[in-house]
């Protein structure tokens, strides 16, 4: 039995419209924070981070009227649990067709947990330049942290336990735009 089959739907916490309301409001904190998006560069983590990005960058554009330049960043061969996740991991690429350095570079993803993702795609910045500054941008914030990793926009604090899934499912990549915790459901359970 796949880990997949072990989960069922508890709750939905965000549906498409709560989801771009939080979009709106993160892109319009990402411009008052950095006082416009003179050196602002949107990069969104590979898989469902590049498509929030893409949102953010419209966002931005449809009220600043300047368009932010956007790329994604896989992390794959960043991963500290690489070993752990996958035999042959999948590599995608990464496409951030402008120099970082000395940029705001605005990490999106969309949910953080552990920080180890972040903290590989940091990683991953570095080896292609020096940013200016990091920023962390994400949909959710479920808690858990191992690494002293904190974002700076989020959409949406989830307090959940470490047996939850946190899943957010985007149109381009899921075919339904929603936010929802998963239940791992205990042997025995049905």
Excluded: C
Excluded at 81 to 108: A, C, N, Q, W, Y
């Amino acid at each position: 039995m796949s880990s997949e089959e072990n989960l069922s739907i508890k709750a939905q916490i965000m549906d498409a419209e709560a989801m771009r309301r939080s979009l709106v409001r993160i892109s319009h904190e990402i411009v008052e924070r950095n006082r416009g998006v003179k050196d602002v560069v949107l990069v969104g983590i590979r898989r469902r981070g590049v498509p929030l990005a893409n949102r953010l960058k419209s966002f931005i554009k449809e009220f600043e009227e300047v368009e932010v330049p956007d790329g994604s960043l896989d992390i794959t061969l960043y991963r500290d649990d690489l070993s752990l996740r996958h035999d042959r991991p999948m590599v995608h690429r990464t496409e951030i067709p402008f120099d970082i350095t000395g940029k705001t570079v605005v990490l999106v993803d969309d949910v953080v947990y552990t920080g180890r993702t972040i903290r590989a795609a940091m990683d991953a910045l570095v080896d292609l330049g020096r940013p200016g500054t990091i920023q962390l941008a994400v949909l959710v914030d479920r808690g858990h942290r191992e690494l002293p990793i904190r974002p700076d926009y989020v959409g949406k604090n989830v307090p959940t336990s470490r047996h939850e899934v946190v899943e957010v499912r985007i149109e381009e990549v899921d075919g339904v735009e929603d936010v929802i915790i998963m239940e791992r459901n205990r042997e025995g359970a049905e």
